[in-house]
């Protein structure tokens, strides 16, 4: 069971789950958006990693426990928050693992603070393409977010609907242990759920398609990365990690023929060997 703690970090409470040995390398892992949080998304892989990594997975800014200050929610702010949580730590050059939005943000982090990161693990990642997978709705849903807050009060009410909606990440809904669906539950129960996502949608929902998008910085990226991706995420289509895997110049994907958008959820244990194999690969 890992430990839970806290440090500030630019006045703001971050909060973070801990497990393995400090003497060990150091894993860094960074959920994703909607209602995520440390636990939801990576409980199972932590257990996986502990035993031979010092693993660090934070509650971003806005979920879980961390707080929940005003103003934008972009990647470039996300990526800042993360970098001094690092440095709060007296950490570099760790493995930097980020599923979906937190895969964005590990880039970002990796262009712009390469030093902090040592080897890049981006899973499901936002930020490989601009195209909104549901074009005009996508950017009406994120003008409007009555909607956002009404399935939010429905999650709240509701364990079946919470796990009926995630059907829309997961390849096989049925195969979905009832844990990761309560995790969501839990997680949503929060006065604060979907506030963060709220505005991050805000910030990076744009008429022309997604604002954050690295198609061209690709080749800037100075770390080994290892890109990993389900090969039926209907969100950001495999297509797209392929193209950054192989722009950038020490990349490499590997597909995970079982999943949709939620791996480390839907197939922990590929997961967990995928990182393992990044960081020996270093």
């Known amino acids: 069971m890992p430990a839970e703690a806290a440090v500030s970090v630019d006045s703001n409470r971050i909060h973070y789950l801990e497990a393995g040995a400090e003497t060990d390398p150091t894993v860094v892992l960074l959920h994703g958006g909607i209602i995520d949080a440390a636990g939801v998304t990576w409980r199972p892989v932590i257990d996986r990693l502990a035993p031979d990594y010092h693993v660090l997975a934070p509650d971003l800014l ?47 982090l990796a262009l712009g603070r390469p030093a902090l990161v040592g080897t890049l693990v981006p899973i499901d990642a936002y930020g490989l393409g601009s195209t909104l997978p549901n074009g005009g709705l996508s950017y009406l849903l994120a003008r409007v977010q009555t909607f956002n807050r009404l399935s939010i009060a429905l999650f709240r009410r509701s364990r079946r609907f919470t796990r009926a909606s995630l059907g829309g990440i997961v390849h096989d809904l049925d195969s979905l242990p009832a844990d990761a669906v309560d995790a969501v539950y839990e997680e949503v129960q929060r006065p604060t759920a979907g506030v963060a996502f709220r505005r991050f949608r805000e910030a990076e929902v744009t008429r022309e398609g997604y604002r954050t998008t690295f198609v061209d910085r690709f080749g800037e990226v100075s770390v080994p990365t290892r890109f990993a991706h389900g090969a039926h995420d209907e969100l950001f289509p495999v297509e797209w990690a392929q193209r950054a895997a192989d722009r950038v110049p020490d990349g490499s994907l590997r597909v995970f023929d079982d999943c949709a958008h939620w791996a480390p959820r839907e197939n922990p244990g590929a997961v967990a060997k995928h990182i393992r194999s990044a960081v020996l690969d270093a």
Do not use: N, W
């Open 62 to 108: 806005g979920y879980g426990a961390s707080d929940v200050p005003p103003g934008s929610y972009s990647i470039e702010r996300h990526a800042t928050v993360v970098g001094d949580f690092l440095d709060e730590l007296g950490l570099d050059g760790v493995t930097l693992v980020g599923h979906s939005m937190g895969g964005g943000i590990a880039i970002q």
